[in-house]
């Protein structure tokens, strides 16, 4: 089973559209938990953070459930610049040293 | 302000050639360095971590090596490369807090 897993999509939605992403986690000793967002052919770049209570930054509301393990993106309102692939990210510390476990990415793919 | 060079962008290698990509970090000292690796289509995958000078820990056997002669600089190298090595490699970096900060990737086909 992977560490992150998440539907690849694509997602393929018109604009204004609201689109939600999922993705769960197996390591219950995961700490801390992320969205990235990943442009075509490069780096990846942290979206948001994503808290227990749910936080929400502008268009973007990220939810957290520890107990079912559990992580979700919603983006309202979609533009056409938020085409790109949404990375959902753990990070635990393990091994003496934290890191980064990257699920694969949910592409979304917004038109006019 | 914090910013990580890596270079080059991209790179067309042969089967069985040498291969070392660096990465720097400035404004910041003592991060947690990390090379990534994503294939094609797939997720990042954790090659190298570094806490700091000296101190390499490998996730993954395979035909890869890293190194930290510096402070801020992380140097990923192989003596032949393999077909297999193709892929977009990324340097990042963190101070312990959870969020990395990622170079801009080397582009990597070996053919």
Partial sequence: ?112 | SQTIHQWPATLVQPVGSPLSLECTVEGTSNPNLYWYRQAAGRGLQLLFYSVGIGQISSEVPQNLSASRPQDRQFILSSKKLLLSDSGFYLCAWSQGTGGYTFGSGTRLTVV
Wanted: glycine share 8%; proline share 4%.
């Fill in chain 1, 1 to 112: 089973r992977k560490e992150v897993e998440q539907d690849p999509g694509p997602f393929n939605v018109p604009e204004g559209a609201t689109v939600a992403f999922n993705c769960t986690y197996s390591n219950s000793a995961s700490q801390s938990f992320f969205w990235y967002r990943q442009d075509c052919r490069k780096e990846p770049k942290l979206l948001m953070s994503v808290y227990s209570s749910g936080n929400e930054d502008g268009r973007f509301t990220a939810q957290l459930n520890r107990a079912s393990q559990y992580i979700s993106l919603l983006i309202r309102d979609s533009k056409l610049s938020d085409s790109a692939t949404y990375l959902c990210v753990v990070w635990m510390f393990s091994g003496g040293y934290n890191k980064l476990i990257f699920g694969a990415g949910t592409r979304l793919a917004v038109h006019p």
